[in-house]
């Protein structure tokens, strides 16, 4: 029903940035409440930022807050996440999600997500 493709991905150094992007189609983006999580190797999938179907919520856990910034571009299906001050720490597979439930806690878990894009590459380099 929804199909969702992230780039942007790459290889920073530490305190560097990267602006990733998730392009969705095959449904009514504006409908969706939308989501990043990421994942490192051994370990579970983790959330990073939530946004509201008109953008004007978002929420933040503290390992992120304050250096992520999640947006939409409804008009034209996109979601974003700015990251700056990346770490190493960072350095997992981002993976963009969907869900058509109201803009309601909880957020943190991944199956509260109907939709789910491949997952794009970020490597925080010290």
């Known amino acids: 029903q929804v199909q969702l493709v992230e780039s942007g991905g790459g290889l920073v150094q530490a305190g560097g940035s990267l602006r990733l992007s998730c392009a969705a189609s095959?449904?009514?983006?504006?409908?969706?409440?939308m989501a990043w999580f990421r994942q490192a190797p051994g370990k579970e999938r983790e959330f990073v930022a939530v946004i509201s179907w008109n953008g004007g919520s978002t929420y933040y856990p503290d390992s992120v807050k304050g250096r992520f910034t999640i947006s939409r571009d409804n008009a034209v299906g996109t979601l974003y996440l700015q990251m700056n001050s990346l770490k190493p720490v960072d350095t997992a597979v981002y993976y963009c999600?969907?869900?058509?439930?109201?803009?309601?806690?909880?957020?943190?878990?991944?199956?509260?997500?109907?939709?789910w894009g491949q997952g794009t590459q970020v490597t925080v380099s010290s």
């Open positions: 999600a969907a869900r058509t439930r109201s803009y309601e806690p909880p957020f943190s878990y991944p199956y509260e997500y109907n939709y």
């Open positions: 095959g449904g009514t983006f504006s409908n969706h409440v």
